[in-house]
């Protein structure tokens, strides 16, 4: 089983950055695709970036958002820069214990941590 505690949240400005942290239990780390999603209040979650030895982001992070890991830490990142009010949800880091399986989806996914809430204010 492994844990995944996500950090870093908070209320920012528009225009403003953030930097969430997810912390991962267990010793297989370095082999997992790690992901990060948002859930915004009444949609569904979705795919944001992931990380495996290469990086995918989704066309509206682009640019702007930035995912990162030290697998000495066990840890990934994502670094969010111009903050825009419709980046506002809660995120989630996903961990893919395959590492292969290349996916936005979120049933792709094998843990989930239990978010951390970003809110931009216009």
């Known amino acids: 089983q492994v844990q995944l505690v996500e950090s870093g949240g908070g209320l920012v400005q528009a225009g403003g950055s953030l930097r969430l942290s997810c912390a991962a239990s267990?010793?297989?780390?370095?082999?997992?695709?790690m992901g990060w999603f948002r859930q915004a209040p009444g949609k569904e979650r979705e795919f944001v970036a992931r990380?495996?030895?290469?990086?995918y982001y989704a066309d509206f992070v682009k640019g702007r958002f930035t995912i990162s890991r030290d697998n000495a830490k066990n840890t990934v990142y994502l670094q969010m820069n111009s903050l825009k009010p419709e980046d506002t949800a809660v995120y989630y880091c996903?961990?893919?214990?395959?590492?292969?399986?290349?996916?936005?989806?979120?049933?792709?996914?094998?843990?989930w941590g239990q978010g951390t809430q970003v809110t931009v204010s216009s």
């Open positions: 996903g961990a893919d214990a395959s590492g292969y399986r290349s996916s936005q989806s979120p049933a792709a996914y094998d843990y």
């Open positions: 267990g010793r297989a780390f370095s082999t997992y695709t």
């Open positions: 990380i495996s030895l290469i990086t």
